[in-house]
C-alpha cells in the first residue's frame, strides 16, 4: 500500500515538472516566428552559403541559437552535433566572438555543424530569440514545427524532426 501512494506522489511530482518546465519554454520561445519561417539567408564560418528555403526541399532543418558563454548550451551543443550527421542543422552562435573564436571554440569542443556567426545578435533578435540555448524545427513546407529553449535532449530532438517530416 505505501508503495501504491509512493508510486502516485513520484507520478504528481513528475506531470507537475513537466508543466512547470513547459510553461517556462513557452513564454522563452513566445516572441520566436510561427508559421512561415523567417528568410535565412548568409555565410557560415566555413565561407559556405546556407539557405533555409532552399534547404527544406530536402526536409526539416534544426536551428540552433547558442553561444560559447552560455552553460546550458555546453549540455545541448554535443546532443546537436550528433545530430548533424544524419539531419539538416543550421546553428547560430550568439555574441561569441569572432568566426575564427566560434572555430577554435567548436574544434576545441569537437562540436561538428554548420555555424553562422551572429556577433551583434542581430539576426538572433530578428528571430525573436529571447534565451539560449533555443531550438527552432523548420519543416519541409519552411514553417516552424517546433520551438523549445533550455535543456533537452538528442531523442526529444529526433523525435521533434520525425514529426516534423
Known amino acids: 500500500m505505501k508503495w501504491r501512494r509512493g508510486f502516485w506522489s513520484l507520478v504528481k511530482f513528475v506531470l507537475f515538472a513537466a508543466a512547470i518546465v513547459s510553461v517556462v519554454s513557452w ?4 516572441n520566436m516566428p510561427k508559421g512561415a519561417a523567417p528568410e535565412l539567408v548568409a555565410t557560415d564560418i566555413q565561407g559556405q552559403a ?4 532552399a534547404m527544406t526541399e530536402d526536409g526539416p532543418v534544426l ?14 551543443s554535443p546532443a546537436v552535433s550528433d545530430l548533424a550527421d544524419q539531419h539538416q542543422v543550421i546553428t547560430i552562435a550568439l555574441q561569441s566572438g569572432s568566426a575564427d573564436e566560434v572555430a577554435a571554440y567548436q574544434l576545441k569542443h569537437q562540436l561538428e555543424f554548420r555555424t553562422i556567426n551572429d556577433p551583434q545578435g ?7 530569440l529571447q534565451v539560449t540555448p533555443t531550438i ?10 517546433a520551438v523549445t529553449s533550455g535543456m533537452t535532449s538528442k ?4 523525435a521533434r524532426l520525425w514529426l516534423a517530416d
Do not use: P
Not at 513564454?27 to 513566445?30: A, C, E, G, T, V
Open 27 to 30: 513564454y522563452h520561445s513566445r
Open 50 to 53: 546556407v539557405n533555409l528555403q
Open 63 to 76: 536551428i540552433y541559437f547558442w553561444a560559447t558563454w552560455c552553460g546550458y548550451c555546453r549540455v545541448v
Open 122 to 128: 542581430a539576426l538572433s533578435a530578428s528571430w525573436g
Open 136 to 145: 527552432a524545427i523548420i519543416d519541409r513546407e519552411g514553417r516552424v514545427s
Open 155 to 158: 531523442w526529444g530532438l529526433k
